[in-house]
Structures are given as structure tokens and as C-alpha cells.
């Protein structure tokens, strides 16, 4: 039997946690906020119509997530993507276009040969990825030594080849192309299978929900861990020694165990004190890995009059300053939920705005694509995921260019007793609620086998004595 503390009690730590426990472990699960869910948050409007504030699909392929929600009681339902066209504005042009995997926009010939070539070049070089080592992938000091926005201008020639990459990098890191290193673009691609299955509804990464929101998910696992998740309680400080650790609270609790699993974010991981102090490796790593900028904003109408127009609420546009939009309205008849992305750039710039102004700026997008119904909304929401001082930005952090290369054999390496998970550490479907629960239980599995877990983690020390805990 081993004592685990867990920090944070998203998906990944809540995940931990369950496989301990269901193991024989002891643990308990620090948790700065007064909720459980991290980065999945839900809300409920007047008429009990519940809205996704953070992460809210499950993707083709994500088994764990899936198997998860049907252990748990609860159910999916497919995102509204029916017979309904979604709407293209690109350069200066507003069209619409079927919603399906691989559809073509209506672009001149010069550019579809392009995109698609692109796109070929683009899978060939992810296909090469090593998921578990992305640092020792064939070519990677060329790869990683350059951005994604270089890639573009060098291997795109329209303008609309080079504008389908960029709207893909806001909409998928929630950054600029110039943010990011071509080999993580890669390796993130590889790892949620292709970009053209991260940018779908169907049969990608966008494919369904879970009735009554994903927060749900978080909430059952919690409910199942009962006192054991200890909510308000945001961790100052982590001490080891030979014997154990020691996790401590701003409110000057102690916890003792045997080990800690973080899951924190890098950067906010990067920001607890540690004694011994980290190695240089991992903290560098910490400095080198920012999240991306999101502001997720929500108009709501009477009912989803778009659906009777032939349109199925979805846009991709790049005037922005909203230039992703989804058809968010629940599984059953009620309200029409037209969602909404801030992001990269255009989110940096809408934080300093007011919500007020957001709201106009959101509506003025909807107009464009939707008409005049959609100018008056009897309900705005959003949340802007930079301002959450326990996550800091989102969807997930990404890596500059030499972080890989630079960093990358600290990316889930154990330090001592102190063991990292998170959908930043998951080598498949990372960024995603399935890597945040499978780094989760493969950490947990790591720690109750006291040996090697699939991911090839480092092995533990043996007999690691029991603490008594302090101060609980
Ligand atoms: C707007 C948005 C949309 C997204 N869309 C999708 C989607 O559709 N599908 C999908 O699969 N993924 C999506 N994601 C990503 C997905 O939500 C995340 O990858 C996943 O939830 C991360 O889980 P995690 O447990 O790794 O991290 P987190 O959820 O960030 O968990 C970390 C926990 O640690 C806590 N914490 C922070 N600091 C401390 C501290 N000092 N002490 C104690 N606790 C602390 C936090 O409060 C949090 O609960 C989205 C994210 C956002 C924000």
C-alpha cells in the first residue's frame, strides 16, 4: 500500500485518484478551487439548460474517456451536425459548405491543390513523429528548430493555403503559428491522430457530448472518492526527502505520503515552491511551456433558428474576432446555443475589453453568418480562461520552438517522488480529456505496481516508508 497526495482534482488527478484507491491506496486530492473539474466546468442557465464552460467533446478514438462516462452512469450525444451546411468566410468571401470529413470549400483550383498538398506534406512529417520521444523523431532539431508559421510561408503558396493552417493552429492551440514549433505541431496532430481529425465534428475530435455536461464525469469521480478530495485547498509548497514528501497548503496544511502526483499545468506546476529545488531540467522546461488564450463565449436564442435554414450553426472564419463558432444547444428541444472561440490573438486583445463589449463583438460575427435573428440574444455567457488564477490559459500549453529538443526527456520524467500527469503529459490524444485521464491512471498504475507502467516511467523505490499525516 502506498500514500499518494494528488495535486489538483481535474480530470488526470480525479482519474489517479480512482485507480489508487480502486487499488487499495491511500490518497488524497488537494484541490485549490471550490469545485472539482479544472479545466471542465459546467454552468446551469434559468430554464436549467446546462452550458460547457471549459472542455466539452469526446473524439473518435478517445476509448478511455468513453468507457469512462458509461462506468460512471452517464451517456454522450452526437454534436449537431446534421444535413445543415457550415459557413466558410475566407478571404473577403462568405460561403457555406457541407460539414462532413474531407469536404472541399468552394476555392479556385490554384488553391484547393494547394491546401491539399499542403495537408499531404503537412501528414507525412506527423506520421514520423515518436509520440513517447517527440525530441527523438527523425529530423528533429530541423523540425523543432523552426515555427509552424515558417512551415507555412514556406511550404503554402495562396493565400487561402496559408489561412486554413493559421485559422487551424488558433482553433486547435489557441495561439499564432509563430508561437509554436513545427515539430510540437507535428507531434500534437500524430498524437490526436491528424489535423484533419482534430478539426472535425464527425468522426474526429469534436464528435460528441455528455448529457448534462463533461463536468459530470469530474463530478462522479469525486463523489465515488468522497472525503478524500479536498476542495479549497491550493497547495504553496512540496517537500522530499528519502522518506517521503510533504504537501503544503497556503492555508498551512501538511500532507504526508509517499509520494505526489502533480497536476497542475506546466506553467502553474512551474510555480509551486519545491524543496530541494527542482533540477534545472524540469524547471526550465516549466518557463519554456505557456498555455494558450481562450475567452469561450455563449449567445443564446429562443430555439436553434439556424437548423431550418440549412445551416448547422457551425463557422470558420478568418475576420474573426470570433472565427470559430459551434451549434452548443442541448440534446433535447430547448433553447438554440450558438458557441463561440476568442482565440489566440484576438482573445490577448478581448481580455482587456468588458464583457459587454464581448458580447457585441460575438454578436456581430453571428450576424454575419447567421442574419438578423441572431442580433438579440436573451442570454450571454463566457469565460475567459487566461483570467482563472488555477489554470491560466488554455485549451493546453504548447512548445516553442527548441523546448522539444531543448527539454523534452523532463516532459514526464519523475523528479525523486514527485510524479507529473495532466493532458500535457499524455504522448497520445494530449491536450484532450483523454490524455489528461490516461496520464492520470497511467501515473496511478506506475505507483501501484511500484514499477514500470506502459509509458516506460522510471522505477519506483522500493518498501518507501508511511508518513503519519499532519494537521488533517
Ligand atoms: C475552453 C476549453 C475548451 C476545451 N475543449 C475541449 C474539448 O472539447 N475536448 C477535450 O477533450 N478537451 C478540451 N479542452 C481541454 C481539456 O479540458 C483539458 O485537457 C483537461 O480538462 C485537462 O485536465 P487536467 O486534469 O490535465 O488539468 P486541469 O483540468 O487543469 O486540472 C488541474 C487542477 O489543478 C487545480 N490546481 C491548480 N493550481 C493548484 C494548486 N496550487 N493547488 C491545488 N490545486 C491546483 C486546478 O484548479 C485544476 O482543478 C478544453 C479546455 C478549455 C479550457
Known sequence: MVQVVVVGAGLAGL?????????????????????VGGRVEGTT??????????????????????????ELGLET??????????????????TTMAAHKGAVPKLSPFALADLARGLRRFDRLARRTDLDRPWASPDAARLD?????????????????????????????????????????????????????????????????????????????????GERVVLGAPVRR????????RVLTRAGETYAADHAIITLPPTLAGRLEYAPALPSWRDQLTQRTPAGA??????????????????????????????????NSPPTPGPGVLMGFFEGQEARTWARRTPEERRSALVECL?????????????????????????RGCYGAHFGPGVWTGYGEAWRAPVGRLHWAGAECAPRWNGYMEGAV???????????????????????????????????
Open 294 to 327: 481562450v475567452i469561450k463565449a455563449f449567445a443564446i436564442y429562443p430555439e436553434p433558428f439556424w437548423r431550418s435554414r440549412g445551416l448547422n450553426g457551425q463557422v470558420a472564419s478568418d475576420v474573426g474576432p470570433v472565427k470559430v463558432v459551434f451549434d
Open 77 to 94: 450525444f452526437r454534436t449537431y451536425n446534421d444535413e445543415g451546411r457550415l459557413t466558410l468566410e475566407l478571404l473577403g468571401r462568405r
Open 15 to 35: 482519474a489517479a485518484a480512482r485507480r489508487l484507491v480502486a487499488d487499495g491506496h491511500e490518497v488524497v486530492v488537494l484541490e485549490a478551487r471550490d469545485r
Open 367 to 391: 450576424v454575419r453568418s447567421f442574419g438578423p435573428d441572431a442580433a438579440a440574444p436573451v442570454d450571454y455567457r463566457e469565460r475567459d480562461w487566461m483570467a482563472e488564477e488555477f489554470t
Open 238 to 245: 512540496i517537500e522530499q526527502d528519502p522518506d517521503g514528501v
Open 145 to 225: 528548430g523552426q515555427t509552424f508559421e515558417s512551415w507555412v510561408r514556406r511550404t503554402l503558396r495562396t493565400r487561402a493555403g496559408r489561412a486554413y493552417f493559421r485559422i487551424a493552429c488558433e482553433a486547435v492551440w489557441a495561439t499564432e503559428t509563430a508561437d509554436v514549433s513545427l515539430l510540437h505541431a507535428l507531434f500534437y496532430a500524430r498524437s490526436n491522430t491528424d489535423l484533419e481529425t482534430l478539426l472535425a465534428v464527425d468522426a474526429g475530435a469534436q464528435q460528441d457530448r455528455v448529457v448534462g455536461g463533461s463536468v459530470r464525469v469530474a463530478e462522479a469521480m469525486a463523489a465515488e472518492l
Open 45 to 70: 442557465l434559468a430554464d436549467g439548460t446546462h452550458l460547457e464552460l471549459g472542455g466539452q467533446w469526446i473524439g473518435e478514438g478517445h476509448d478511455r474517456m468513453r468507457a469512462l462516462v458509461a
Open 438 to 472: 490516461r496520464s492520470g491512471e497511467d501515473v496511478a498504475q506506475t505507483l501501484a505496481t511500484g514499477g514500470r507502467s506502459s509509458r516506460g516511467g522510471h522505477r519506483l523505490q522500493e518498501n518507501a516508508r508511511q508518513l503519519p499525516r499532519e494537521g488533517r
